[in-house]
């Protein structure tokens, strides 16, 4: 059986294989003998932005947002979505993502990192559709949104995330966890959100994972499932890594970068540690914020020898 899966499903080709070059092979292969699935990419552009206020008084307050594009066309018609689109068959996947950026955003040569690959078979009513999903993370001064084709409109998205209930099952060879997630998604006007089931479970060295979607409103597709992994994964990578950075200027205060930890870890953090930890990866510019009426702050940039993202 193994032979066959190589050699087309076929049993009698692998003997016919013997006596052609494969030249002649690829001459007379027939992609049509096999049904082949579209392959879109999604993406999950993160950046940190100031919320307009209804109270003029107020300071907007930054927080962690999501671009989002409202669909103009069947299916989901009228629906939140993902920005994304089909990979042509002359583009790689990250060649495609880039240019849904570049579409997107009017950004391009912008942090990239390519997430998960989603195959529900049922994800998408048109066809058998898979998805690469990819996070990118962007400083919002350099923003310029266009909606693609099939968008009426673009917009971000306050994205927030709240753990419901978690329950853990410890059993003979290992354990289950089971939480509910709940996904908030806000623009000021418009209320968005998700309930997801993941059920995580450890059976001896073998480890396997779920997410279910049980409740949505405004959603498109299964696109809530990425954005709560895309979260994850942000909010790991940020313990350990410089990825957060790339939500930030060129130059910048540590009082700035500070917040920006906090935003996407949910955590306050002392400012003496924090310092500490970060103390490694930024150098001193020389150079000082000119803000009237303020103390002028030290302005800092990433340290090129500590990249690690």
Not at 78 to 95: I, N, R, T
Not at 177 to 201: C, D, H, Y
Request: hydrophobic fraction near 35%; aromatic fraction near 8%; charge should be negative.
């Amino acid at each position: 059986m193994a032979n066959e899966g190589h050699s087309g499903g076929r049993p009698s080709e692998h003997q016919d294989h013997v006596n052609i070059s494969e030249q002649q092979f690829l001459e007379t292969y027939d992609a049509g003998d096999y049904e082949r699935p579209s392959v879109t990419v999604d993406m999950l552009v993160f950046t940190i932005r100031s919320e307009a206020q209804s109270n003029y008084r107020k300071l907007a307050e930054p927080a962690l947002q999501l671009l989002m594009i409202r669909r103009g066309g069947h299916p989901d018609l009228g629906k939140w979505a993902l920005p994304g689109g089909f990979v042509s068959m002359q583009e790689s996947l990250e060649d495609a993502a880039r240019r849904e950026l570049v579409t997107e955003t009017g950004l391009d040569n912008i942090y990239l990192e390519q997430l998960y690959t989603w195959g529900d078979v049922h994800r998408d009513p048109r066809t058998r559709v898979i998805s690469c999903s990819y996070m990118a993370l962007v400083d919002s001064s350099e923003l310029e949104l266009e909606a693609g084709d099939d968008a009426s409109e673009a917009g971000w998205f306050r994205v927030d995330q709240r753990l419901v209930e978690e329950k853990r099952h410890l059993h003979e060879h290992g354990r289950t966890t089971e939480r509910r997630v709940q996904l908030m998604l806000s623009n000021g006007t418009e209320e968005l959100s998700a309930v997801i089931e993941v059920k995580e479970a450890v059976e001896g060295s073998v480890r396997s994972s779920s997410m279910t979607v049980t409740e949505v409103e405004g959603i498109a597709f299964d696109h809530a499932k990425m954005i709560h992994y895309a979260l994850e994964r942000l909010r790991s990578k940020v313990e350990y890594t410089d990825i957060a950075f790339n939500l930030m200027p060129e130059t910048f205060t540590l009082t700035a970068l500070q917040k920006v930890y906090e935003i996407i870890s949910g955590k306050k953090l002392l400012a003496a540690a924090f310092r500490r930890k970060i103390a490694g990866w930024v150098i001193e510019t020389g150079e000082f914020t000119g803000h009237a009426g303020h103390r002028p702050s030290r302005l800092y940039r990433l340290n090129p020898d500590r990249l690690t993202t």
